[in-house]
Each structure stands twice: as C-alpha cells, then as structure tokens.
C-alpha cells in the first residue's frame, strides 16, 4: 500500500534546529514530485518545500529560504526537511506529500497542489521564543 512516514517533528527554542524525515514507497518516491506541507491551528496549509526525486531539483516558499533545506536520500527512499533559525511562526503539524505519479508537475511552490494525493500522518513542530 502507498504509504509516507512522518519522523522528527519536536519543541525547540527559536534559532533551533530540526530535521524532519519521510519514508516512502517506492513507487511514491521514484522520479516523482514530493513536498512538505505545513498548517498552524486556524490557518490554511501551506506548501513550505518540493524536490523532485528524479532530478533533484528543490523550490521553496519564500518564508523558509535561507533557513530550510529539502533534500532526498535514494538509498533509504526518503525525503528530509532540515530546518534551521526556526521562528515561532514556523510553529505548526508538517505533513510530508508525494504527487500522483501519473501527473505531470512544476516545480513553483504552491502549483498544482491539488495533484498531492498522497499524505503522511503528520509530525508536530513547536518552536518557542
């Protein structure tokens, strides 16, 4: 069954790190678009970062440039989000998105959003000031 794993959420102080995991099925990691997606309580979510495994390429939400890093690891068929000088607003349940393998993609945050057909159960980021 598809599946996306979630690890590594946590609380820290502002200017913390934190480095979140995704471990996918293979057919959900392989040459496909995945992404980190973020929602603070009473607000809408919010794409934070995408790579595309195939190529490796990575775009990002203009908020968390300069301070998030996504990356992949082939090997293990995982997606990380490392997160440095986080803020409190970066406050919020990370949810880690594989694309539907079938559809074609671009890689601007925020586009196509609709084609994530694929969710992971979500790891809690506090960050305190």
């Known amino acids: 069954a598809a599946q996306l794993v979630e690890s590594g959420g946590g609380s820290v102080q502002a200017g913390g790190s934190l480095r979140l995991s995704c471990a996918a099925s293979?057919?959900?990691?392989?040459?496909?678009?995945m992404a980190w997606f973020r929602q603070a309580p009473g607000k809408e979510r919010e794409e934070v970062a995408r790579i595309d495994t195939g190529g490796g390429s990575t775009a990002y939400v203009d908020s968390v440039k300069g301070r998030f890093t996504i990356s992949q690891d082939n090997a293990k068929n995982t997606v990380y989000l490392q997160m440095n000088s986080l803020k409190p607003e970066d406050t919020a349940m990370y949810y880690c998105a594989a694309f539907n393998p079938v559809l074609p993609f671009e890689m601007v945050v925020g586009l196509r959003t609709a084609g994530f057909a694929y969710w992971g159960q979500g790891t809690q980021v506090t960050v305190s000031s």
């Open positions: 293979g057919y959900l990691y392989s040459d496909n678009l």
